[in-house]
Protein backbone atom coordinates (compact mmCIF):
# COMPACT_ATOMS: atom_id res chain seq x y z
CA UNK A 1 0.00 0.00 0.00
CA UNK A 2 1.00 3.04 -0.31
CA UNK A 3 1.73 6.29 1.82
CA UNK A 4 2.75 9.86 2.19
CA UNK A 5 4.41 11.89 4.68
CA UNK A 6 4.36 15.59 5.06
CA UNK A 7 6.46 16.25 7.97
CA UNK A 8 6.00 20.18 8.65
CA UNK A 9 2.07 20.49 9.92
CA UNK A 10 2.36 24.11 9.29
CA UNK A 11 5.07 26.76 7.39
CA UNK A 12 5.35 30.44 7.60
CA UNK A 13 7.21 32.50 5.06
CA UNK A 14 6.86 36.21 4.05
CA UNK A 15 6.05 36.90 1.30
CA UNK A 16 7.98 37.40 -1.51
CA UNK A 17 10.68 35.00 -0.31
CA UNK A 18 10.96 31.27 -1.59
CA UNK A 19 8.76 28.64 -0.10
CA UNK A 20 9.81 24.94 -0.47
CA UNK A 21 7.24 22.31 1.18
CA UNK A 22 8.37 18.43 1.85
CA UNK A 23 6.86 15.40 0.89
CA UNK A 24 8.02 12.01 1.06
CA UNK A 25 6.12 8.74 -0.45
CA UNK A 26 6.13 5.56 -0.07
CA UNK A 27 4.78 2.85 -2.69
CA UNK A 28 6.50 -0.35 -4.25
CA UNK A 29 5.75 0.62 -7.79
CA UNK A 30 6.05 3.25 -9.84
CA UNK A 31 4.20 6.30 -7.94
CA UNK A 32 2.10 8.62 -9.61
CA UNK A 33 2.52 12.09 -7.81
CA UNK A 34 0.33 14.74 -7.36
CA UNK A 35 0.27 17.85 -5.34
CA UNK A 36 -3.39 20.08 -4.60
CA UNK A 37 -3.64 23.08 -2.36
CA UNK A 38 -6.76 23.37 -0.41
CA UNK A 39 -8.57 27.10 0.41
CA UNK A 40 -10.57 26.88 4.04
CA UNK A 41 -13.79 25.41 2.74
CA UNK A 42 -12.98 24.25 -0.69
CA UNK A 43 -12.47 21.47 -2.74
CA UNK A 44 -8.76 20.44 -4.15
CA UNK A 45 -6.73 22.26 -6.73
CA UNK A 46 -4.46 20.83 -8.60
CA UNK A 47 -1.00 22.59 -8.99
CA UNK A 48 0.91 19.85 -10.26
CA UNK A 49 1.51 16.11 -11.33
CA UNK A 50 4.26 13.47 -12.00
CA UNK A 51 3.74 10.06 -14.14
CA UNK A 52 6.92 9.78 -15.67
CA UNK A 53 9.57 11.66 -17.95
CA UNK A 54 11.31 15.06 -16.68
CA UNK A 55 12.07 15.07 -12.93
CA UNK A 56 11.19 18.44 -12.33
CA UNK A 57 7.79 19.88 -13.40
CA UNK A 58 6.09 22.56 -13.72
CA UNK A 59 2.74 23.10 -12.52
CA UNK A 60 0.36 26.30 -12.26
CA UNK A 61 0.46 29.24 -9.97
CA UNK A 62 4.11 29.49 -10.31
CA UNK A 63 4.71 25.89 -8.37
CA UNK A 64 7.06 23.68 -9.57
CA UNK A 65 8.16 20.16 -7.90
CA UNK A 66 11.27 17.65 -8.28
CA UNK A 67 10.91 13.92 -8.21
CA UNK A 68 13.88 12.33 -6.88
CA UNK A 69 13.35 8.41 -6.27
CA UNK A 70 16.56 8.22 -4.76
CA UNK A 71 15.15 9.95 -1.81
CA UNK A 72 11.07 9.14 -2.17
CA UNK A 73 10.40 12.52 -2.28
CA UNK A 74 8.39 15.02 -4.12
CA UNK A 75 9.12 18.62 -2.73
CA UNK A 76 6.88 21.48 -4.09
CA UNK A 77 8.57 24.63 -4.41
CA UNK A 78 7.83 28.43 -5.79
CA UNK A 79 10.60 31.05 -5.84
CA UNK A 80 8.40 34.27 -4.92
CA UNK A 81 5.14 33.44 -2.62
CA UNK A 82 2.04 35.61 -2.67
CA UNK A 83 -0.10 36.49 -0.21
CA UNK A 84 -3.14 34.31 -2.07
CA UNK A 85 -0.88 31.57 -1.56
CA UNK A 86 -2.08 30.83 1.43
CA UNK A 87 -3.79 27.85 2.25
CA UNK A 88 -3.23 23.84 2.51
CA UNK A 89 -1.24 21.99 0.14
CA UNK A 90 -1.76 18.19 -0.07
CA UNK A 91 0.62 15.95 -1.70
CA UNK A 92 -0.51 12.58 -2.79
CA UNK A 93 0.48 9.26 -4.23
CA UNK A 94 -1.44 7.29 -6.69
CA UNK A 95 -1.43 3.55 -7.23
CA UNK A 96 -1.95 2.64 -10.97
CA UNK A 97 -4.24 -0.31 -12.20
CA UNK A 98 -2.98 -2.81 -10.09
CA UNK A 99 -3.44 -0.82 -7.17
CA UNK A 100 -7.09 0.22 -7.72
CA UNK A 101 -5.81 3.64 -8.89
CA UNK A 102 -6.38 4.56 -5.48
CA UNK A 103 -4.92 8.26 -4.40
CA UNK A 104 -3.64 8.63 -0.92
CA UNK A 105 -3.05 12.32 0.86
CA UNK A 106 -0.53 12.93 2.98
CA UNK A 107 -1.78 14.99 6.41
CA UNK A 108 -0.84 18.40 4.33
CA UNK A 109 1.21 21.26 5.31
CA UNK A 110 -0.77 24.75 5.82
CA UNK A 111 1.20 27.48 4.41
CA UNK A 112 0.72 31.16 6.15
CA UNK A 113 2.47 34.36 4.27
CA UNK A 114 3.10 37.03 6.51
CA UNK A 115 3.75 40.23 5.08
CA UNK B 1 -11.82 20.01 -18.72
CA UNK B 2 -12.76 16.84 -16.72
CA UNK B 3 -15.56 18.33 -14.53
CA UNK B 4 -16.73 16.52 -11.33
CA UNK B 5 -20.29 18.12 -9.63
CA UNK B 6 -21.56 16.98 -6.33
CA UNK B 7 -24.88 17.77 -5.02
CA UNK B 8 -25.60 19.22 -2.25
CA UNK B 9 -22.69 21.43 -0.87
CA UNK B 10 -24.52 21.94 2.34
CA UNK B 11 -26.92 19.94 4.11
CA UNK B 12 -27.88 19.77 7.67
CA UNK B 13 -29.86 16.91 9.02
CA UNK B 14 -31.06 15.39 12.36
CA UNK B 15 -29.82 12.45 14.34
CA UNK B 16 -31.29 9.71 12.46
CA UNK B 17 -32.15 10.54 9.38
CA UNK B 18 -30.15 9.34 5.67
CA UNK B 19 -28.86 11.58 3.67
CA UNK B 20 -27.53 11.05 -0.14
CA UNK B 21 -24.84 12.97 -1.52
CA UNK B 22 -24.81 12.55 -5.42
CA UNK B 23 -21.55 12.66 -7.47
CA UNK B 24 -21.83 13.62 -10.87
CA UNK B 25 -18.75 13.39 -13.94
CA UNK B 26 -20.27 15.94 -16.05
CA UNK B 27 -18.05 15.49 -19.37
CA UNK B 28 -16.66 12.16 -19.04
CA UNK B 29 -17.78 8.65 -18.45
CA UNK B 30 -16.01 7.06 -15.00
CA UNK B 31 -16.21 3.08 -14.53
CA UNK B 32 -14.55 3.96 -10.84
CA UNK B 33 -15.03 7.00 -8.58
CA UNK B 34 -13.33 7.33 -5.25
CA UNK B 35 -14.95 8.43 -1.74
CA UNK B 36 -13.26 11.23 0.60
CA UNK B 37 -14.09 12.29 3.97
CA UNK B 38 -12.30 15.32 5.36
CA UNK B 39 -12.42 16.33 9.13
CA UNK B 40 -11.75 20.23 10.24
CA UNK B 41 -8.05 20.78 9.67
CA UNK B 42 -7.21 17.56 8.54
CA UNK B 43 -6.45 15.40 5.20
CA UNK B 44 -8.81 13.44 3.25
CA UNK B 45 -8.78 9.86 4.37
CA UNK B 46 -10.33 7.78 1.38
CA UNK B 47 -13.21 6.05 2.38
CA UNK B 48 -14.33 4.01 -0.49
CA UNK B 49 -13.92 3.13 -4.03
CA UNK B 50 -17.02 2.89 -5.99
CA UNK B 51 -17.06 0.68 -9.29
CA UNK B 52 -20.16 1.02 -12.08
CA UNK B 53 -21.90 -2.05 -11.80
CA UNK B 54 -20.90 -3.49 -8.71
CA UNK B 55 -20.06 -3.19 -5.04
CA UNK B 56 -17.72 -0.76 -3.70
CA UNK B 57 -14.45 -1.62 -2.34
CA UNK B 58 -14.63 0.13 1.76
CA UNK B 59 -11.28 1.06 3.30
CA UNK B 60 -10.20 -1.00 6.72
CA UNK B 61 -12.41 0.69 9.45
CA UNK B 62 -15.40 2.40 7.26
CA UNK B 63 -18.48 0.81 7.80
CA UNK B 64 -20.48 -0.60 4.79
CA UNK B 65 -23.68 -0.50 6.43
CA UNK B 66 -23.33 3.00 7.77
CA UNK B 67 -21.72 4.33 4.10
CA UNK B 68 -23.83 2.69 1.14
CA UNK B 69 -22.43 3.58 -2.08
CA UNK B 70 -24.27 3.35 -5.50
CA UNK B 71 -22.83 3.30 -8.90
CA UNK B 72 -25.35 2.81 -11.33
CA UNK B 73 -24.14 4.52 -14.32
CA UNK B 74 -21.20 5.83 -15.75
CA UNK B 75 -21.06 9.49 -14.80
CA UNK B 76 -23.38 9.13 -11.19
CA UNK B 77 -22.05 8.17 -7.88
CA UNK B 78 -24.00 8.27 -4.75
CA UNK B 79 -23.13 8.09 -1.25
CA UNK B 80 -25.55 7.80 1.65
CA UNK B 81 -25.51 8.16 5.33
CA UNK B 82 -27.28 6.23 6.93
CA UNK B 83 -28.50 7.18 10.18
CA UNK B 84 -26.68 9.43 10.87
CA UNK B 85 -24.99 11.07 13.87
CA UNK B 86 -23.15 14.19 14.51
CA UNK B 87 -19.85 12.10 14.67
CA UNK B 88 -20.91 11.80 11.13
CA UNK B 89 -20.25 15.87 10.17
CA UNK B 90 -17.44 16.23 7.71
CA UNK B 91 -16.81 17.45 4.48
CA UNK B 92 -17.25 15.06 1.37
CA UNK B 93 -15.20 14.86 -1.38
CA UNK B 94 -15.78 12.23 -4.11
CA UNK B 95 -13.64 11.61 -7.28
CA UNK B 96 -13.80 10.50 -10.62
CA UNK B 97 -11.23 8.99 -13.19
CA UNK B 98 -11.66 9.41 -16.62
CA UNK B 99 -12.35 5.65 -17.90
CA UNK B 100 -11.77 6.89 -21.45
CA UNK B 101 -7.95 7.43 -21.08
CA UNK B 102 -5.14 5.25 -19.56
CA UNK B 103 -3.89 8.20 -17.25
CA UNK B 104 -4.05 7.99 -13.57
CA UNK B 105 -5.26 11.72 -12.62
CA UNK B 106 -8.33 11.72 -10.89
CA UNK B 107 -10.68 14.45 -11.10
CA UNK B 108 -12.10 16.38 -7.49
CA UNK B 109 -15.56 16.88 -7.22
CA UNK B 110 -16.20 20.37 -4.58
CA UNK B 111 -17.17 18.64 -1.95
CA UNK B 112 -20.17 18.49 0.23
CA UNK B 113 -20.57 19.58 3.18
CA UNK B 114 -22.14 17.86 6.07
CA UNK B 115 -23.75 19.01 9.23
CA UNK B 116 -25.57 16.52 11.86
CA UNK B 117 -27.63 18.05 14.61
Known amino acids: AQSVTQPDIHITVSEGASLELRCNYS??????LFWYVQSPGQGLQLLLKYFSGDTLVQGIKGFEAEFKRSQSSFNLRKPSVHWSDAAEYFCAVGAGPTGGFKTIFGAGTRLFVKA | GAVVSQHPSRVICKSGTSVKIECRSLDFQATTMFWYRQFPKQSLMLMATSNEGSKATYEQGVEKDKFLINHASLTLSTLTVTSAHPEDSSFYIC?????????????FGPGTRLTVT
Open chain 1, 27 to 32: YGATPY
Open chain 2, 95 to 107: SARDSGTSGYEQY
